[in-house]
């Protein structure tokens, strides 16, 4: 334990020095911070721009497409605000900065981590929040202690998930550094598929994003065992009671695969 | 000038063209990385497209094939266009921010040309290598209304054309504003959001409803992605719709070109630049 806390304590000081840096440009920060807010806004104002054209998109009303929009918003939103810079390794790979956090006396991730942390990306998760807040006042859920529990236990399992995808796609950047961009589709795309219904996709793509990327157990099953609503692929209902696990496994193989790609790490050529 | 001196001066920025259109050919990786990530994003957008075009079939005047069709032409422009990222002005402002920029004005060429030739540069390279994979996958995999006539295709090139003068005049205006805050990261990234947005990339400008569409389709982003799409997409046929496409398209390149010159020299006369 003493290992995790000395972690926690590693990140909190250097986040705490970029927090500090950031503060000194007060007026790029803020508007970084409106930006952050602003550019998951305007998602949510394209499905309201979508649902003031028709009453339901794949067979969901607005408020529900807006529970699954907040429930993944909040997920990511945790997990960009704790994790947002490690799509950045490539570029420490490719210039051999990643050199330094190797002779530090503290966990390379949590330094890949907590380097140029973003307070501005609270921005994205209080966004997130107030969308899922609007959507469960105006939803009249049929609430029972099984569906209360599951709400904290899939915005925290989401954001794991999301994490793992992260790690994995950091470790990939070790082999191919300039290859950043192809994680954005498993991450920006991934909270972008998760916040609509999964009736409106193809079937195929429902079964790649539940068994072979496992963002379904994001928000898709558990949420849609709060809405009471079936998934489309007919699984069995107690799979929404799965993140937990699911993110458990997830973040178990992005950290093998973080720490093969730590080890192939050889510092640049010249 | 001389015309020795301005077929120099030609020769310079043409130069200048091939250096952008080099520099973003050597990524192949990147390259590779953003063309699949395109693609994806394009299944997601079109699936939700779908989805609505079921629900409210000729909105915005596309049936649903002009409507995924708008989705994928989106998508092939989204990196030529700079619609996910602010591209040059990121060098920009950071030359701004640690004072490099003042060895840029003293050099004998246009500071404002020069950063547009290797934009063009860059957007042509990215214009075929980035356009054309995500273009082709999404007519496999879903009906789309492309044309069979090659006029088109010119017509909606030329139109491509203007778009990436206009998205580079939005651009450079923003970067300006660097002189003045010091670190202009903000202001590009809130201009990449709002301009995201008015892009039409998520949802059409013409589907947009109320005055948010009437106030969205007079904006300058309007000439980058709408109306190259409608041109392809022959929802403005003949002549006129044609010439009023490109006047609203150039009309926005000389404001904004034209602003950014004002603010440039506002600039460099009154700021002090880093470093002295």
Redesign the interface.
């Known amino acids: 334990m003493a290992d995790v806390s000395g972690s926690v304590r590693v990140y909190g000081l250097i986040a705490g020095m970029w927090i500090r840096s950031t503060l000194v440009?007060r007026?790029?920060?803020?508007?970084?911070l409106?930006?952050n807010f602003?550019?998951t806004a305007?998602?949510f104002?394209?499905i309201w721009?979508?649902f003031?054209?028709?009453?339901?998109?794949?067979g969901y009303s607005f408020a529900q497409t807006a529970f699954l929009y907040g429930t993944a918003s909040v997920s990511f939103g945790i997990t960009t605000f704790v994790l947002g810079s490690v799509d950045d390794l490539g570029m420490r790979v490719r210039d051999g900065t990643l050199d330094a956090f190797l002779v530090r006396p503290a966990p390379v991730l949590v330094q890949v981590a907590a380097d140029r942390f973003g307070l501005r990306r609270i921005g994205r998760l209080l966004q997130g929040v107030l969308v899922l807040g609007w959507s469960l006042a105006r939803l009249d859920v049929d609430w029972t202690p099984a569906k209360l529990l599951l709400m904290p236990v899939m915005l925290l399992s989401g954001a794991a998930i999301f994490g793992a995808v992260y790690v994995a796609g950091a470790a990939f950047q070790f082999w191919?550094?300039?290859?950043?961009?192809?994680q954005?589709?498993f991450t920006f795309?991934g909270v972008?598929?998760l916040q609509?219904p999964p009736?409106?996709?193809?079937r195929d793509?429902v079964i790649g994003v539940t068994f072979v990327v496992p963002l379904a157990f994001v928000n898709w099953l558990p949420a849609l065992y709060v809405l009471g609503r079936p998934y489309p692929l007919g699984l069995p209902w107690w799979l929404a009671f799965a993140p937990p696990l699911v993110a458990a496994g997830s973040c178990a193989l992005a950290g093998l695969a973080w720490r093969a790609g730590v080890r192939s790490y050889r510092s640049t050529g010249s | 000038m001389g015309t020795s001196g301005a077929s120099g001066t030609l020769r310079l920025y043409a130069a200048v063209v091939a250096g952008g259109f080099r520099r973003y050919a050597t990524?192949?990786?990147?390259t590779?990385?953003?063309v699949?990530?395109n693609t994806?994003?394009g299944?997601?957008?079109a699936?939700?497209y779908?989805?609505?075009w079921d629900?409210?079939p000729g909105?915005g005047g596309y049936d649903e094939a002009q409507a995924l069709t708008y989705v994928w032409i989106g998508q092939a422009l989204a990196q030529a266009l700079s619609m996910f990222n602010a591209g040059f002005a990121v060098d920009m402002v950071a030359r701004i921010r640690n004072g490099d920029i003042a060895v840029d004005l003293y050099r004998p060429v246009d500071l404002q040309l020069w950063w547009l030739a290797s934009d063009l540069g860059r957007a042509g390279f990215q214009l075929f290598s980035r356009g054309v994979v995500p273009l082709t996958v999404g007519a496999l995999c879903f009906p789309l209304a492309l044309p069979g006539d090659p006029v088109v295709w010119l017509e909606f090139l030329v139109a491509v054309a203007l778009a990436v003068v206009v998205s580079f005049a939005i651009r450079y205006v923003l970067a300006l504003a660097a002189f003045w805050?010091?670190?202009?990261?903000?202001?590009l990234?809130?201009g990449?959001?709002?301009g995201?947005?008015f892009t039409g990339l998520?949802?059409p400008l013409n589907?947009?409803?109320g005055a948010?569409g009437d106030l969205a389709r007079v904006l300058p982003w309007a000439a980058l992605l709408q109306m190259p799409a409608d041109i392809l997409l022959g929802a403005r046929s003949g002549a006129d719709g044609l010439l009023r496409a490109y006047a609203f398209q150039a009309g926005w390149a000389v404001v904004l070109l034209a602003a950014g010159r004002l603010l440039q020299s506002s600039a460099t006369r009154k700021v002090v630049l880093q470093g002295g």
Do not use: H, N
Not at chain 2, 27 to 30: E, F, H, K, N, V
Not at chain 2, 181 to 187: A, K, M, P, S
């Open positions: 440009y007026t790029s920060f803020a508007l970084a409106l930006v602003l550019v305007l998602d104002v394209v721009m979508m003031s054209q028709a009453t339901s998109l794949g191919a550094q300039d290859a950043a961009e192809a954005s589709a795309g972008t598929l609509y009736t409106v996709f193809a793509f | 990524y192949r990786s990147a590779a990385a953003g699949f990530t994806v994003f299944f997601i957008v699936y939700t779908m989805a609505l629900e409210r909105l805050l010091i670190d202009g990261t903000g202001v990234q809130f990449g959001v709002v995201m947005f998520l949802l589907a947009m409803p948010l």
